[in-house]
């Protein structure tokens, strides 16, 4: 079987931003983005301005979904990611408790995005059991792949061709975007391996898809596949998973990985007071 890929693997070595100007930072990122196809940088300015000069040496940052839907949220292109207690008001996914299962940013829309960024503000509330601290997720999809040829000698001749010829549309609700008809697996420009494909996954696509009016041939076939590769991708021995302090910041190309979050504590008492999880990060999507 395969080895568990570490952080250190993924990322490789970790860059303290505290010295280099955004733009310079942005040159870094291309340069590792290029290599690794991730980049992980410590003690980055939690500035709005700096992250968007930032981004923006990656690529045109996509517009802010959040303010499409609301007619508020972050200035510019920047998401707020915080916890949002749902008497407030209603809640996206990435705003309510429990684990974030492995996805991609933007999913549904067409074309792909080509990268995706997470700034850590406020790392909320730690010292509980590993796994209720909000860690960080993270997968490589070549690697998920990989796994899955391990443990199922059927996955590379069966299930694989089912995933990626067989196109997909999913939409969102609350964006105005363009949807996607590609596979939820799908060939990319420039690939290094054998399995080096692009993934467009929401949180939920299992449910996505069973939900989907006009269900994709072999349906049953295909949905076996796919619940097959989300359990294998959300396994600790395949996602990688990290706590996240202030400062600290990712990029990753968005067709090579997945994101999630592990689960973490919304609310607790203190001395009969009510309080809420300040854990916040700034996500932004780069095309």
């Known amino acids: 079987m395969g080895t568990k890929l570490s952080k250190g693997d993924l990322f490789g070595w970790d860059l303290d931003a505290e010295d280099f100007s955004a733009s310079k930072l942005a040159q870094i990122a291309k340069d590792r983005l290029a290599e690794k196809h991730a980049v992980f940088f410590r003690n980055f300015p939690v500035d709005m301005g700096v992250l968007t000069e930032f981004l923006s040496g990656l690529g045109d940052i996509l517009p802010n979904y959040d303010s499409k839907s609301r007619g508020g949220g972050a200035p510019g292109a920047i998401n707020r990611v915080k916890y949002n207690r749902p008497v407030d008001r209603p809640s996206f996914v990435h705003e309510k408790s429990g684990p974030l299962m492995l996805h991609t940013a933007r999913s549904w829309r067409q074309p792909r995005p080509r990268f995706m960024s997470m700034l850590m503000v406020d790392s909320g509330w730690r010292g509980y059991n590993y796994g209720m601290n909000g860690e960080s997720a993270v997968v490589c999809w070549r690697h998920a792949l990989t796994r899955c040829a ?61 939900a989907l009016a006009d269900k994709p041939p072999r349906f049953d076939e295909y949905l076996d596949a796919l619940k097959f590769l989300v359990k294998v991708t959300n396994s600790p021995d395949v996602a990688v998973s990290y706590p996240m302090d202030r400062g600290d910041i990712v990029v990753l190309d968005n067709n090579r990985f997945g994101h999630g979050r592990l689960d973490f504590i919304p609310e607790r008492l203190t001395d009969g007071k009510l309080e809420t999880n300040p854990r916040e990060i700034w996500s932004a999507t780069i095309q």
Do not use: C, M, W
């Open 150 to 210: 391990e443990l199922d000698p059927e996955f590379l001749s069966h299930k694989l061709p089912l995933l990626k010829d067989t196109p997909i549309r999913f939409t969102a609700t609350r964006v105005v975007e363009d949807f996607s008809n590609l596979p939820l697996i799908y060939e990319i420009d420039d690939p290094n391996h054998d399995l080096d494909y692009g993934v467009r996954f929401k949180q939920d696509i299992v449910e996505v898809v069973q």
